[in-house]
């Protein structure tokens, strides 16, 4: 395990290198730069513009611009926001990075205990009213969009009903403690519910399919004339095998929740990644977008790392060494 371990970690690098180039690469491919596409002062010199080019590295070749902006990253060094003057990239980053993780983990948590009993229940009980209910929940949440399943959310709960704030992270400034704790959780249920609609659909299909599948399997079947109860059937031979595919959806889930929350923490005015990489998106702000890219990009191959390693713990048989 520690040998397969290793060898994924130095696959990282070459991976690393592709994905910053193509981040680089989709940057510069982008029109213009932070100072075309605003209406500038016209008191002041174009020459002053023109300066802050130079100091900022936009005035050289593409190849020469990825060198130094590579080199700066591989020291942890993301440079200085474009719009927040004079803030550094880390600085920004690490401002609304537990907001976002918060939300992530809120709604993977909401998925999974979710799920994972449902989907459980509509494969022991088939075409019962739980599970024609579970599939059309199902579908509906494939195909409701996240933004309008938002929307809806905060009119009913939020503005009619007023059970729910609609924006923010937190109640005020100052707040610590327990109260702390509360108003983040508070603000956290309509955005978490938002964002794990879609994982929670797709999971509970998965989890009833597998399931299924596997309490037809020939190795459920001689547990069950060997006189085993239906308890132990299910937690101890089924469940496990079962598991595998969610553990797969959760690897990707690692960094597709964090991508995802873009969309969502713009609906809510979610102070985290997504709302900054999106004024940063309309700003221009290309350190900012490139860094953020390179983290989520950077999540997910941390996710499919785990994933393989939770593959040995569930399933005994899976070995790597």
């Known amino acids: 395990m520690y040998q397969y371990i290793i060898r994924r970690i130095l696959i990282f690098i070459p991976m690393l290198l592709a994905l910053s180039i193509i981040v680089f690469a989709l940057a510069k491919a982008a029109p213009g730069d932070p100072f075309t596409g605003k209406i500038l002062d016209p008191n002041v010199n174009p020459e002053v513009f023109e300066q802050q080019r130079e100091a900022l590295g936009l005035n050289k070749s593409v190849p020469e611009q990825y060198v130094n902006w590579a080199s700066r990253f591989a020291k942890g060094e993301f440079g200085e926001s474009i719009t927040y003057k004079g803030r550094s990239v880390q600085s920004l980053i690490s401002e609304r990075l537990g907001n976002t993780v918060r939300l992530g983990v809120f709604a993977l948590f909401l998925t999974l205990i979710v799920s994972i ?177 390179l983290f989520l990009g950077v999540a997910i191959l941390i996710g499919n790392l785990l994933a393989d390693i939770f593959y040995s713990i569930v399933d005994p048989r899976i070995r790597y060494d």
């Open 117 to 293: 009993p449902i989907g459980i229940y509509s494969a022991r009980k088939p075409y019962s009213p739980l599970d024609y209910a579970a599939t059309t929940f199902g579908f509906m949440g494939l195909a409701i969009p996240n933004f309008f399943f938002g929307l809806v959310a905060i009119y009913f709960f939020s503005i009619k009903l007023g059970w729910f704030p609609s924006q923010g992270s937190i109640g005020g400034p100052g707040m610590e403690g327990f109260s702390e704790f509360m108003s983040r959780l508070h603000h956290l249920v309509l955005p978490g519910i938002t964002l794990g609609l879609a994982g929670t659909a797709t999971y509970m299909r998965y989890m009833r399919s597998e399931m299924l599948d596997v309490l037809d399997s020939d190795y459920v079947r001689t547990a069950r004339a060997k006189g085993m109860s239906e308890r132990n059937v299910l937690y101890k031979h089924t469940l496990r095998n079962a598991l595998i595919p969610i553990i797969t959806l959760m690897g990707f889930e690692f960094g597709t929740l964090l991508g995802g929350a873009i969309i969502t923490e713009q609906v809510f005015n979610y102070p985290g990644l997504g709302t900054l990489f999106i004024s940063s998106v309309i700003n221009k702000d290309y350190p900012v977008v490139m860094a953020i890219s």
